[in-house]
């Protein structure tokens, strides 16, 4: 009995993370040196909006990024191996899609200490593919 429960959780556990897994598409890896912007192009039903973010301080292994997207300003503060790992920007209002709004979330993966590098992995969800994302030219 215990091992058909065993199986179960494992059966349940291996199908939710095929399905949750999808949910989030690995766009790039992305290395900045200190204030050094990112710019990525947000296209979606014929409009263009600018995301940009950049690190300006890494001090006690928290890495400062500030951000802007849509004329909204933000800083966040993102450690390495914490829950604060990431932050999610909104792409769209919520209109009729409310549950189903894209976004990128963009993950602190390393710091490299000796070149001063901070290095991310920027990720797409959006289920219904209407989203384009392209590196602005500098």
């Given at each position: 009995?215990q ?16 399905v ?7 766009v790039?890896?992305?290395s900045?040196k200190?204030?050094e912007?990112?710019k ?11 995301f940009?973010f ?13 951000r802007s997207?849509?004329?909204h ?5 993102l450690?390495l ?7 999610r920007?909104?792409?769209?209002t ?7 709004i ?12 000796k070149?001063?590098?901070a ?12 989203i384009?994302?392209?590196?602005a030219?500098?």
């Amino acid at each position: 009995m215990q091992s058909i429960l065993q199986f179960f959780l494992t059966a349940l556990f291996l199908c939710s993370t095929a399905v949750f897994a999808s949910d989030l598409r690995d766009v790039q890896e992305i290395s900045l040196k200190k204030d050094e912007p990112k710019k990525i192009l947000v296209k979606y039903d014929n409009k263009t909006r600018l995301f940009t973010f950049r690190w300006t301080l890494y001090t006690n292994e928290g890495l400062v990024v500030l951000r802007s997207y849509d004329k909204h300003v933000a800083q966040n503060i993102l450690y390495l191996n914490h829950k604060n790992q990431s932050f999610r920007v909104t792409l769209k209002t919520p209109g009729a899609d409310f549950y189903n709004i894209p976004y990128i979330l963009v993950k602190f993966k390393e710091f490299d200490v000796k070149k001063n590098i901070a290095k991310f992995e920027l990720y797409l969800s959006d289920d219904k593919e209407q989203i384009r994302l392209e590196t602005a030219k500098k």
